[in-house]
């Protein structure tokens, strides 16, 4: 005998509107480029300057530039002056915790 999975209708989650689904699968799609998550990961114990970012990831500062940017625009960077040098961090907690948890999903 097949077992039913489904739900009864009281537990079923309120799906979100049409605009904010969108919004949140354009944030997975800034997920998707290994340079960015190099760059995210090289972020999550401190912050640093797009020249170490750079060498710390194996790209150019160029590259790093172009990628902060699409970051950036997305709010999962920021960054602060140190006269004329921008030093880069992660966003808030939520970013660190995305990347934790995709690790965990992937290392389980």
């Given at each position: 005998m097949a077992e039913n999975n489904a739900r009864p209708a009281e537990e079923e989650?309120?799906?979100?509107?049409?605009?904010?689904?969108?919004d949140l699968a354009d944030l997975f799609k800034i997920f998707s480029d290994t340079t960015r998550i190099k760059i995210l990961y090289s972020l999550m114990d401190e912050p640093h300057a797009v020249g170490e970012i750079a060498e710390i990831i194996g790209a150019t500062q160029s590259a790093v530039s172009h990628q902060l940017r699409i970051l950036k625009q997305a709010r999962l960077v920021r960054f602060d002056?140190?006269?004329?040098s921008l030093i880069y961090s992660l966003a808030d907690d939520h970013v660190h915790t995305m990347l934790a948890q995709g690790m965990n999903h992937l290392c389980e």
């Amino acid at each position: 005998m097949a077992e039913n999975n489904a739900r009864p209708a009281e537990e079923e989650p309120c799906m979100p509107d049409e605009e904010l689904l969108y919004d949140l699968a354009d944030l997975f799609k800034i997920f998707s480029d290994t340079t960015r998550i190099k760059i995210l990961y090289s972020l999550m114990d401190e912050p640093h300057a797009v020249g170490e970012i750079a060498e710390i990831i194996g790209a150019t500062q160029s590259a790093v530039s172009h990628q902060l940017r699409i970051l950036k625009q997305a709010r999962l960077v920021r960054f602060d002056r140190d006269g004329r040098s921008l030093i880069y961090s992660l966003a808030d907690d939520h970013v660190h915790t995305m990347l934790a948890q995709g690790m965990n999903h992937l290392c389980e």
